[in-house]
């Protein structure tokens, strides 16, 4: 069975600083994809990136990237320039390859505090 | 186009009493999946419905169940609550390809008094 793990409960940044969660994951697949989803206080769960594993190339979307390494089976998250509204609950997620099934399986969650 | 609704947005309930919960995906996504987050357990999925019928459950006992519909929309249902079932549950749509990301609703916070 898959499972990832997200070993940083909590993190802190300063503002304008660049931080990077951890998250590693274990499945026995080849191909699937790998999301960094975020909830603020709002609870919405919101998808800040996604890797296909298929990809060689990491991931980006303005201020964050990923750096995937397949063979390690890590998969972090990396906010450059922090800013007050990142700070939220951060949850690194595995779905399987495919269209059987949407399933998503989810780490415990880092929660980043942000400090002006 | 309109996100993921789910309603109520709280809930309070009884011990042994059941609930019904409601999940109106994006239109045109024929996935729905719900999700129970708990401070203990985290996020736990607990079932997909794809075209009405249920084709993923997660490990969850029988008194959760659910149903999705011809529009799409999806209910789920806890019956005989536990004081152990309070919880955020979230809803997520998707669409049928593959390539896909899930979108959440802002779920519904349900308490077990």
């Known amino acids: ?116 | 186009k309109a996100g993921v609704t789910q309603t109520p947005r709280y809930l309070i309930k009884t011990r042994g009493q059941q609930v019904t919960l409601s999940c109106s995906p994006i239109s045109g996504h024929r996935s729905v999946s719900w999700y129970q987050q708990t401070p203990g357990q985290g996020l736990q999925f607990l079932f997909e419905y794809f075209s009405e019928t249920q084709r993923n459950k997660g490990n969850f006992p029988g008194r959760f169940s659910g149903r999705q519909f011809s529009n799409s929309r999806s209910e789920m249902n806890v019956s005989t609550l536990e004081l152990g079932d309070s919880a955020l549950y979230l809803c997520a749509s998707s669409t049928a390809t593959s390539n896909t990301e899930a979108f959440f609703g802002q779920g519904t916070r349900l308490t077990v008094v």
């Open chain 1, 1 to 116: 069975a898959q499972t990832v793990t997200q070993s940083q409960p909590e993190m802190s940044v300063q503002e304008a600083e660049t931080v990077t969660l951890s998250c590693t994951y274990d499945t026995s697949e080849s191909d699937y994809y790998l999301f960094w989803y975020k909830q603020p206080p709002s609870r919405q769960m919101i998808l800040v990136i996604r890797q296909e594993a298929y990809k060689q190339q990491n991931a980006t979307e303005n201020r964050f990237s990923v750096n995937f390494q397949k063979a390690a089976k890590s998969f972090s998250l990396k906010i450059s320039d922090s800013q007050l509204g990142d700070a939220a609950m951060y949850f690194c997620a595995y779905r399987a390859y495919g269209g059987a099934t949407n399933k998503l399986i989810f780490g415990t969650g880092t929660l980043l505090a942000v400090q002006p």
